[in-house]
């Protein structure tokens, strides 16, 4: 059944999707168990559950996708989408949120999430103000550190890690399909951005994945923020490259060396070539753990 969305301006989204021609982008669907998919576009990636209560959808993206992502979940399920679930408050990942409230979706999220799109927020970073969301766009629903909802004859289990790349960030487990995601305390393949005018921090990143790799078992599929379908393994090699850098950079910090000097050294010489080609360089990555351990 289909949707007719509002297409609505990026206003709320991340400052580098502003020159991105949305026209461009296909939406992409992977299956990952029995009625769980996984769809990649632009910005982070979004898992949908497929059942008798409706479409369940983890975080929304862009808003100008909306309707080719409403179009793709069309392909899987001919019911609206019932209820949306944010890891964190990133345009990139709730862009999508007024749209699909717009047409019924019950939006779930941390209590931080709902208090970050509720007023404007400077993110230092980029250099942007995100204005506040509208009310249709924000969490109806929150929790402070877990809860659990059921849909499509299934349990699943929203998990608060906390300062991690933001302060609002929840990890989804679908435990009967054995599913997690992740959301952006997990950049597969690549150095994560860390937001830390948000509450978020390396040390939180970190802790994350020992939560994820607890949570998930040998034959987890995982759904990261950004990059493609993973495992457990590829989770533990990305957790040893943040514990590696993070340490290096804390013996140079510890040693009086100045953030100049500790990018001239490349703390991250081992992971560099294979995880600072994303969008976050080895130099913006130790920009970014230089100051989460300074900042106290």
Same mark, same amino acid.
């Given at each position: 059944?289909?949707?007719?969305?509002?297409?609505?301006?990026?206003?709320?989204?991340?400052?580098?999707?502003? @020159?991105?021609?949305?026209?461009?982008? =296909?939406?992409?669907?992977?299956?990952?168990?029995?009625?769980?998919?996984?769809?990649?576009? @632009?910005?982070?990636?979004?898992?949908?559950? =497929?059942?008798?209560?409706?479409?369940?959808?983890?975080?929304?993206?862009?808003?100008?996708?909306?309707?080719?992502?409403?179009?793709?979940?069309?392909?899987?399920?001919?019911?609206?989408?019932? =209820?949306?679930?944010?890891?964190?408050?990133?345009?990139?990942?709730?862009?999508?949120?007024?749209?699909?409230?717009?047409?019924?979706?019950?939006?779930? *999220?941390?209590?931080?999430?709902?208090?970050?799109?509720?007023?404007?927020?400077?993110?230092?970073?980029?250099?942007?103000?995100?204005?506040?969301?509208?009310?249709?766009?924000?969490?109806?629903?929150?929790?402070?550190?877990? #809860?659990?909802?059921?849909?499509?004859?299934?349990?699943?289990?929203?998990?608060?890690?906390?300062?991690?790349?933001?302060?609002?960030?929840?990890?989804?487990?679908?435990?009967?399909?054995?599913?997690?995601? #992740?959301?952006?305390?997990?950049?597969?393949?690549?150095?994560?951005? =860390?937001?830390?005018?948000?509450?978020?921090?390396?040390?939180?990143?970190?802790?994350?994945?020992? !939560?994820?790799?607890?949570? *998930?078992?040998?034959?987890?599929?995982?759904?990261?923020?950004?990059?493609?379908?993973?495992?457990?393994?590829?989770?533990?090699?990305?957790?040893?490259?943040?514990?590696?850098?993070?340490? @290096?950079?804390?013996?140079?910090?510890?040693?009086?060396?100045?953030?100049?000097?500790? !990018?001239?050294?490349?703390?991250? !010489?081992?992971?560099?070539?294979?995880?600072?080609?994303?969008?976050? @360089?080895?130099?913006?990555?130790?920009?970014?753990?230089?100051?989460?351990?300074?900042?106290?």
């Amino acid at each position: 059944m289909k949707k007719v969305f509002l297409i609505l301006g990026a206003m709320a989204c991340l400052s580098i999707s502003y @020159s991105q021609n949305f026209d461009d982008v =296909i939406i992409q669907t992977t299956r990952v168990s029995d009625h769980i998919y996984m769809l990649e576009g @632009s910005g982070g990636n979004i898992a949908v559950s =497929i059942g008798e209560d409706g479409p369940l959808m983890v975080d929304s993206q862009y808003a100008p996708l909306s309707k080719k992502i409403r179009n793709a979940i069309d392909e899987l399920s001919e019911k609206p989408v019932h =209820i949306l679930v944010n890891t964190h408050w990133h345009g990139d990942h709730v862009g999508g949120n007024e749209n699909f409230g717009n047409t019924g979706a019950m939006i779930f *999220a941390h209590d931080n999430v709902r208090k970050r799109m509720s007023k404007s927020q400077l993110m230092r970073a980029f250099s942007r103000e995100i204005p506040a969301s509208p009310e249709i766009a924000r969490p109806v629903v929150t929790f402070s550190d877990e #809860m659990s909802i059921k849909c499509n004859g299934e349990y699943l289990m929203l998990i608060h890690v906390d300062s991690a790349h933001t302060d609002g960030d929840a990890l989804i487990y679908f435990p009967e399909s054995d599913v997690l995601h #992740m959301g952006d305390t997990y950049f597969n393949g690549r150095y994560p951005f =860390i937001d830390l005018s948000s509450g978020g921090s390396i040390d939180g990143v970190i802790s994350a994945t020992e !939560k994820a790799l607890f949570v *998930a078992g040998e034959n987890t599929k995982i759904i990261p923020g950004h990059g493609a379908l993973s495992n457990r393994n590829e989770l533990k090699q990305y957790q040893d490259v943040l514990k590696n850098f993070r340490q @290096s950079v804390k013996e140079l910090i510890d040693q009086g060396k100045s953030l100049e000097e500790i !990018k001239l050294l490349r703390p991250g !010489k081992n992971s560099d070539a294979e995880y600072g080609t994303g969008f976050i @360089s080895p130099e913006r990555f130790v920009e970014i753990v230089f100051e989460s351990l300074t900042a106290n």
